[in-house]
């Protein structure tokens, strides 16, 4: 045996560990990027912002400004010796605004100054001179124009429109789910600070640390090896630091390079509102074709997402929500559109679940409106459609081979007493004309990996100090998800030491170069295993060492509990590293892990884009006051599908945390725009997250015992993203309470998302309206 067994008592795999920040976040300790020390003659700067959705930019007139106290100078398109243009595919965003301005926010230029208090005060007395010009805002005016950031898409499978004609029963409908912010707790910041010979340092709350790198170079009109750009860690990120956090990063290396002085940008939090992206909104129109017991016959779909002035990372996420309508069940005949609609307003961008929650909704909305229509319960119809045998393959061409839907739901079900409750609420509803309750049972199939094949790569370095402690670094970013708590997990096993023998170091681009962003659900997958393989060549070669010097084969030697343990006996893990360097065995290494099996045509949609599903389901029970609207999620319970999960502790924070995520993104987290493309809802005081007391008191999280039956590292399986769909069951809880208003009615349930207080007491209102 190689290493330790990592389902003994002794294994820290397997185990709820504490996250490697913890004590250090609780007691202040923890250090974020405004907490470094400011190096002597560090500036600061604020962005000067465009008032108005769409104008051709005359000029900017900052005479005063310069005048103020402390004010240094602005920063604009005219300072960038590189390329105007951040080097996205589309070459379709500038770093600053040039000669037109496409969103209220949009960046115009920056004032530096030598206090953040200074910078920001006179960035908002900078007068830009624009010549307004006509806006596109909403998903149907840029639908109306044909106004699109990337063509349209379409999928399709067999004959939709001909299944759809020769069905029983039809069906359509139209509704909309809102976008989200990501209200991140520590918002977008960037620190510069030049070194010798063109050398710059970057601190950037950064997902992607590689692509920072790039486009820094890129606008310094440097080569990539002269910046090195490092995050430690982020307070949250959620996929609006993925690509969002470059803008920051660029804004403040230029600043520095035209000052010759380090440079901290750091924006607020009504500037963090305004600048950036956040989740696409999505508008849908389907046509459903089914039989008598609520089979899918035929499937219509259009989803038309909002996607900004720039197309940033909307092509891909789009084709998540694509590759995700199917969801849990089989779609024999159908038709997807996806329509990128390009508005003068924020750049959307990634966000957790990257448009698989977008897409997933649409067809469990479907199914809500086919089970109300039949007078068939919701779950019944839903399990009638799962894949399954001889009914396996998703509409882009890849077999589902680890179908555990039907059994997860059932056990769920089960647990959860969910036919008894069902027959409770019902008995509630028909006594009760103001109150009424809702209940769901939903399921999550989530493909992991990148739809991108490239991103499915990952580095890493271990090293072990002659005094047995080990360091790692990888290419992976920590968000507070516990990336590096699991990665430290899978590097003790590997060499058989205590977790606490392990330290990580901060995420930097001149340690582990190329690394994809940290997103997709892959940071454990793919650094996890990149770490472990560097970790196991040391092990072997210290297995080789003591083999050599006690005549036993290296398959004997045992690396556990701290120890090393031969037929002869065993010593300290220090002691025998400390004699294989005085040796000269080299005690680092580097590991490369790249997901096998994936392939994938993104012209034709067609391939094996995912390694393997993650599975979950919960089951929500609601209330609604039908005189108001206002509603409250009663009880959740859920089963979630980690595979054997490296860390269970942190596992359930994940499954609880995107659980309530996903509730706020469906009830309470409203983004509105006024009909001057202005965001109104731009601070807490407007912008709803949910907080502790919209928990409900009932809150249960089991997790499905199997291992993930791909060789993924430790037989785990991803966890960031997956949870956050199981909200899905709080939307079509709610709508089952609306349905309660008039319960002999069989047409669709129209409730738009985010189901705020008014959205349900106008489908209410509609409800009985319409008796």
């Known amino acids: 045996m190689n290493a330790p067994d990592l389902l003994s008592p002794a294994a820290v795999c397997g185990q709820p560990v504490v996250h490697e920040s913890a004590r250090a976040q ?9 907490d470094l020390p400011e190096l ?50 589309m070459r379709d965003e500038p770093v600053f605004a040039i000669d037109e301005v496409c969103y209220v926010g949009q960046v115009v230029g920056l004032v530096v100054a030598t206090d953040v208090n200074a910078a920001r005060t006179a960035a908002r ?24 950031v990337l063509p349209p898409v379409h999928l399709k499978r067999g004959d939709a429109a001909g299944a759809i004609a020769a069905a029983p029963h039809r069906l359509e409908g139209a509704f909309a789910v809102g976008g989200q912010e990501h209200f991140y707790l520590e918002g977008q910041i960037a620190y510069a600070i030049p070194q010798e010979q063109d050398g710059w340092t970057i601190h950037s709350s950064t997902q992607h640390p590689g692509e920072v790198q790039h486009w820094v170079a890129h606008a310094l009109g440097l080569d990539g090896h002269h910046v090195r750009v490092e995050c430690r860690r982020m307070g949250g990120g959620f996929g609006g630091k993925e ?26 939090r009504l500037d963090d509102f305004m600048i950036t992206g956040k989740r696409h909104n999505y508008q849908y129109r389907y046509r459903v074709g089914f039989d008598g017991e609520g089979r899918i016959l035929g499937l219509q779909v259009e989803l038309a997402s909002q996607c900004g002035f720039s197309a940033d990372l909307s092509g891909a996420v789009n084709d998540r929500s694509v590759l995700h309508i199917d969801n849990a069940y089989y779609l024999e005949h159908v038709q997807i559109d996806s329509y990128r609609c390009k508005t003068h307003t924020q750049s959307n961008t990634a966000f957790r679940g990257f448009g698989g929650p977008q897409g997933m909704i649409a067809t469990e909305a479907v199914l809500g409106d086919i089970a109300r229509h039949l007078g068939l319960d919701p779950l019944e119809v839903r399990r009638r459609n799962f894949y399954g045998p001889g009914r396996d393959v998703t509409p882009y061409g890849m077999t589902v081979e680890d179908n555990i839907a039907p059994q ?3 056990r769920l079900a089960e647990e959860c007493r969910y036919r008894e409750r069902r027959e409770r609420i019902a008995q509630w509803n028909a006594q009760h004309p103001v109150l009424k309750r809702g209940l769901a049972l939903t399921p999550v199939k989530f493909g992991i990996s990148f739809t991108i094949t490239a991103f499915n790569q990952a580095g890493a370095l271990v090293h072990v100090y002659s005094d047995g402690t080990v360091l790692v670094n990888h290419g992976g970013t920590e968000m507070g998800q516990g990336l590096h708590t699991k990665v430290c997990q899978i590097v003790a096993d590997e060499l058989g030491v205590p977790f606490e023998r392990v330290r990580i170091t901060a995420s930097a681009t001149d340690k582990v170069p190329n690394a994809s962003a940290t ?51 065993s010593r300290e893990f220090a002691e025998v590293t400390h004699e294989a360097y005085m040796a000269r065995v080299q005690l680092w290494s580097d590991g490369f892990y790249a997901t096998p099996k994936i392939h994938y045509d993104k012209q034709t949609l067609q391939g094996r884009p995912f390694y393997y599903f993650a599975y979950g389901a919960a089951c929500t029970e609601v209330v609604i006051d039908t005189l108001t609207g206002e509603n409250r999620v009663m009880a959740v319970d859920i089963l979630h599908d980690v595979g054997r999960s490296v860390n269970p502790a942190l596992d359930r924070g994940q499954i609880e945390g995107g659980f309530v995520q996903g509730m706020g993104w469906l009830t309470t987290e409203e983004l509105k725009w006024n009909a001057e493309g202005r965001l109104t809802t731009h601070a807490p005081s407007t912008y709803k997250i949910p907080t502790a007391g919209d928990v409900p008191e009932h809150f249960h999280v089991s997790l499905w015992p199997e291992p993930n039956r791909e060789e993924s590292v430790f037989r785990s399986k991803a966890v960031g993203e997956p949870p956050f769909m199981l909200a899905i069951s709080v939307y079509e809880a709610l709508r089952d309470a609306i349905a309660a208003v008039a319960p002999q009615r069989r047409d669709p349930v129209v409730l738009d998302a985010p189901a705020t207080p008014e959205s349900v007491l106008r489908a209410v209102k509609a409800r009985r309206a319409q008796r």
């Not at 609780?26 to 405004?34: F, K, L, P, Q």
């Not at 900078?126 to 806006?135: G, R, Y």
């Not at 990063?249 to 924006?267: I, N, S, T």
Request: glycine share 10%.
């Open 26 to 34: 609780v007691s202040g300790a923890a250090t974020y990027i405004d």
């Open 40 to 89: 002597k003659g560090t500036l600061h700067a604020a962005p000067i912002l465009s008032p108005v959705a769409h104008g051709r930019l005359r000029g900017i007139d900052a005479a005063q400004t310069l005048q103020q106290p402390g004010v240094v100078g602005l920063v604009t398109a005219a300072d960038i010796p590189g390329d105007r243009y951040f080097p996205t595919p």
């Open 125 to 148: 007395q900078v007068q830009c001179d624009i010549e307004p010009l006509p806006a596109v805002l909403t998903i149907d005016e840029a639908m109306a124009a044909q106004s699109y």
């Open 243 to 268: 690509t969002q956090a470059g803008h920051l990063a660029v804004w403040a290396a230029l600043a520095a390079r035209k000052f010759g002085q380090p440079v901290k940008l750091r924006l607020e």
């Open 408 to 410: 997860l739901v059932a």
């Open 519 to 569: 997103a997709a659900s892959s940071g454990t997958d793919l650094n996890g295993q990149a770490a472990q393989y560097a970790a196991r060549q040391i092990r072997q070669r210290l297995a080789a060492f003591v083999a050599a010097q006690q005549g036993c084969p290296a398959e004997a030697v045992v690396f556990a509990g701290g120890k090393v343990i031969t037929p002869q006996g």
